[in-house]
């Protein structure tokens, strides 16, 4: 036991030896070339180039500075020497310029992130009016579309006559109807009613339904005006029509009816009785 614990004394104070000779054998270098390299590594100077030459006869005897920088020496250090300022850290230096870079970057990230949550909020505000069962709830549909598109849901869907198509008189209707006009109006009609219809009961972007909207109202429109003409233009030419045929020689006289002889007499008589 006390041979152990002897043996186990020599070996502390054996590594504590150790230990302390080998803190005494650490020396700091401080080679002033490897400084001027670290210098020229970052942003102090540029230069200082060392080990410097020594000439003794007008020739160089430096060993270390012929195979570091003289002839001795890599081509790629006598270029390194010879060549541009490439220190990365001075004001136009390369890593410098990656600063700049990312500070121009992180501020480019920071508008995207800007624009990205604007996109999102309007998104956001938009899918209220995603679904049509808040469609009467837009402040466009209630203070313009609503107003404008009334007459679409106030006009019948398969009129019959023509006070429903809202023309003059019954023999415009007919006129209109006989020519196939009518027929082309309905189908124009559906179509118009139909878009509307998907317009109001479709789920789809707040923007895409007031193009419905607006797309709407500029066919009804178009159908109004044409509706319009159509009903002017005949009742034009049906006045035309009973114009000539009132002026033509061969029409008779609204009030005519066929008499006799003695009724024809009779009225010669009386209409010139006052004259003799």
Same mark, same amino acid.
């Given at each position: ?9 020599? =070996?502390?104070? =054996? ?13 700091? =270098? ?26 003794? =006869? ?10 570091? @920088? ?11 020497? !010879?060549? !541009? ?44 009016? @995603?679904?049509?069962?808040?469609? !009467?709830?837009?402040?466009? @549909? ?46 124009? &009609? !559906? ?26 109202? &500029?066919? @009804? ?48 008589? &009386? ?6």
């Amino acid at each position: 036991m006390e041979n152990l614990l002897i043996k186990l004394i020599r =070996l502390h104070l =054996l590594l504590v030896v150790t230990a302390v000779s080998a803190q005494l054998s650490v020396k700091r =270098l401080n080679d002033p070339a490897i400084v001027a390299q670290h210098k020229r590594m970052v942003f102090e100077s540029w230069g200082d180039w060392r080990p410097y030459p020594k000439y003794f =006869l007008g020739v160089q005897t430096n060993f270390a500075y012929a195979t570091v @920088w003289g002839m001795w020496a890599p081509k790629i250090n006598r270029d390194y020497k !010879d060549g !541009d300022d490439i220190r990365p850290l001075k004001p136009t230096g390369v890593q410098n310029q990656r600063f700049a870079q990312l500070k121009y970057e992180e501020e480019e990230a920071k508008k995207i992130k800007a624009a990205s949550d604007t996109i999102y909020k309007r998104s956001v505000q938009d899918f209220a009016h @995603w679904t049509s069962a808040t469609v !009467d709830a837009d402040p466009l @549909w209630l203070l313009y579309y609503k107003r404008m598109l009334k007459p679409i849901t106030e006009f019948p869907n398969t009129p019959q006559n023509f006070m429903e198509w809202r023309l003059k008189d019954q023999q415009t209707y007919e006129t209109l109807n006989s020519i196939g006009t009518l027929k082309r109006l309905q189908e124009e &009609l !559906d179509m118009i009613k139909e878009k509307y219809s998907m317009s109001r009961s479709m789920d789809m972007p707040r923007g895409k339904r007031f193009l419905m909207y607006h797309e709407t109202l &500029l066919r @009804w429109r178009k159908f109004a005006q044409e509706l319009r003409k159509h009903n002017n233009k005949t009742t034009l030419l049906l006045d035309y029509k009973n114009i000539l045929k009132n002026h033509s020689p061969y029409a008779l006289p609204t009030a005519w009816s066929p008499a006799s002889d003695r009724q024809v007499v009779q009225n010669i008589m &009386l209409k010139y009785k006052n004259r003799y």
